[in-house]
């Protein structure tokens, strides 16, 4: 049984930060790349930031400068650290490991 969980996430004013995590467990987290998505009411799903098997990153236009992902493979968790955010940031966030395993997404609101 694969389990992935994403934490972290909560209302904070435009311009705070956010660290959101995403822990699974059931595999060996290290062998896989991870990936962040994100969704907003109505809008289609958007991939933010990649992290491969050796750490190298990747990241939507609309974030890149702002977002870093990282990796903690002792800890099989992925991090997502949201700085400069901003409204248009607001949506769920989703974790996915692997081409199979999604978490079940944790909520970030950005107000104004």
């Known amino acids: 049984q694969v389990q992935v969980v994403e934490s972290g996430g909560g209302l904070v004013q435009a311009g705070g930060s956010l660290r959101l995590s995403c822990a699974a467990s059931g595999l060996t987290f290290g062998n896989y790349a991870a990936y962040w998505y994100r969704q907003a009411p109505g809008k289609e799903r958007e991939l933010v930031a990649t992290i491969t098997f050796r750490g190298s990153t990747n990241y939507a236009d609309s974030v890149k400068g702002r977002f870093t992902v990282s990796r903690d493979n002792a800890k099989n968790t992925v991090y997502l650290q949201m700085n400069s955010l901003k409204p248009e940031d607001t949506a769920v966030y989703y974790c996915?490991?692997?081409?199979?395993?999604w978490g079940q997404g944790t909520q970030v609101t950005v107000s104004s």
């Open positions: 996915r490991v692997t081409d199979a395993y």
